[in-house]
């Protein structure tokens, strides 16, 4: 089996497992907290959701548009994040695949199932009962408007993201300099990149 094919089965399943544990913590999160408030406060929980998605979507189209080049630029001049935006962009398709398909669909998930817990809630308030013909209504122009906040929220996110790459990876990138300085949280490992690097020179050396 080629080296290629075995690092992306070893990302697929971490990715994955990560998905797995994440989807589980969003969702007991998302039911403990909806469980207890009204719906309209559930609504803003919601859109809150909804807004989530579509900014880490953004996150990841930026990663796949930016250019190394102008965060080199930005390494030379010693400005916090431009290493590990440079890291980003080296690694997009991972980080991309991180937020648009983990982070994003959970959250399109997770949205979905709070939105049908807040109708119900807001139908039993106006007292209409599971199953009647005016709560499924509610149900279906909700829902549909959430459809609608995702899909166009993430239309706009495309558009900024391809415009701005460059400035929206900077800021991801002092914010992972912020984790690796303070935190000792590193993402993205460039040393032990060059490292690999070296390695693989030497056997094509040796060859």
Excluded at 101 to 119: H, K, M, P, R
Excluded at 129 to 143: A, H
Aim: hydrophobic fraction near 50%; aromatic fraction near 10%; glycine fraction near 8%.
């Amino acid at each position: 089996m080629k080296e290629s094919v075995r690092k992306s089965l070893r990302w697929s399943t971490m990715i994955a497992v990560i998905t797995l544990v994440l989807a589980a913590v969003f969702a007991i999160v998302s039911t403990s907290i909806l469980s207890g408030v009204s719906w309209g406060f559930g609504m803003v929980i919601v859109l809150l959701i909804v807004f989530i998605g579509v900014f880490v979507d953004t996150i990841g189209v930026a990663a796949t548009a930016a250019k190394e080049q102008p965060f080199h630029a930005m390494a030379a001049e010693r400005l916090p994040g431009a290493k590990q935006a440079v890291q980003i962009t080296r690694n997009a398709d991972k980080f991309a695949n991180f937020c648009n398909d983990v982070i994003g669909d959970i959250a399109g998930v997770i949205s979905g199932t709070a939105s049908a817990y807040v109708v119900l809630r807001f139908s039993l308030q106006i007292g209409y009962e599971e199953g009647t013909t005016i709560q499924f209504l509610i149900s279906v122009v909700f829902t549909a408007i959430v459809a609608a906040l995702t899909v166009g929220g993430k239309s706009v996110g495309k558009t900024l993201a391809i415009q701005y790459s460059t400035e929206i990876i900077y800021h991801v990138g002092r914010l992972f300099y912020f984790l690796e300085v303070k935190l000792r949280i590193v993402i993205f490992d460039g040393k032990k990149r060059k490292k690999q690097k070296k390695h693989n020179n030497k056997k094509k050396l040796r060859k």
